[in-house]
């Protein structure tokens, strides 16, 4: 059982490093949705159940769909397609 509580504790600081880092916003949603689902894990294992469904719902749930929304009403996710298309080493041929 130490061995798995380990594990979660490095991807949960791989989680909270890696969305530092991350320069996609979509990317880092899906990270910070990580993030809170394996820490709503350790408050499972931690024997805290109200915590853990309060981290799932909230964390993982209503805090996300949140930044999607504002993601979708800012026009970010479009924004990072084209910026996407434009990174590309090679032009597209017809």
Avoid: R
């Avoid at 479009?78 to 990174?87: L, M, P, S, V």
């Amino acid at each position: 059982m130490e061995i798995f509580n380990a594990i979660l504790l490095g991807f949960l600081v791989i989680c909270a490093v890696s969305v530092s880092f991350s320069k996609n916003l979509l990317n880092s949603i899906l990270i910070f949705m990580s993030y809170s689902l394996i820490m709503s894990i350790i408050w499972i294992l931690l024997e805290s159940p109200d915590l853990a469904i309060t981290e799932a719902a909230v964390g993982a749930g209503v805090t996300s769909i949140l930044f999607f929304v504002t993601l979708k009403k800012i026009h970010a996710l479009q924004q990072e397609a084209k910026e996407d298309d434009t990174d590309e080493p090679y032009p597209k041929t017809k």
